[in-house]
């Protein structure tokens, strides 16, 4: 069974929800609030791991706290749209550690990184000295976040 023909059920996604809020929870816990003894609740976690339902368990780690407390949403536009330049372009980005996130968008332009920093000179030096030495960027846009009103890596 893959991941496409899988479609959870209430109780699977209970435990997704448990688990988003957090990892740490044991399984007894988990199998008392779902109403389900711990043998089956187990084999369903394992089961959505194999999957890839469940992808990792992570630590969620207050930014600010750790000198990251810029962020800066960029916005680039390639100046050759092929699979050779975009390839090269991803390739490149993801090796970069001050990207968190990074999405292929549509519209005016092509991709969009959420990028920590501890501050406007880091940042600068960033943008200069490796982002904009990738070969294939035609526009860049920078917009700086003043303000998280809501980050949220629960999708249940």
Known sequence: MTAEQYTPDEKDLSILRLLQKDAKMSVRDISARINLSPTPTHERIK????????????????????NKGMMVICMIAL???NKKTAGKFIEEVGKLKEVVEFYNISGDFDFMLKILAPNMDDFHEFFVNKLSEIE?????????????????????
């Open 136 to 156: 294939g960027i035609g526009q860049t846009k920078s917009i700086f976040v003043m303000n998280s009103i809501k980050e949220s890596v629960q999708i249940l």
């Open 47 to 66: 089961r959505m791991e194999k999957l890839g339902i469940i992808k990792e368990y992570t630590a969620v780690v207050d930014r600010k706290k750790v």
């Open 79 to 81: 100046n050759v749209h």
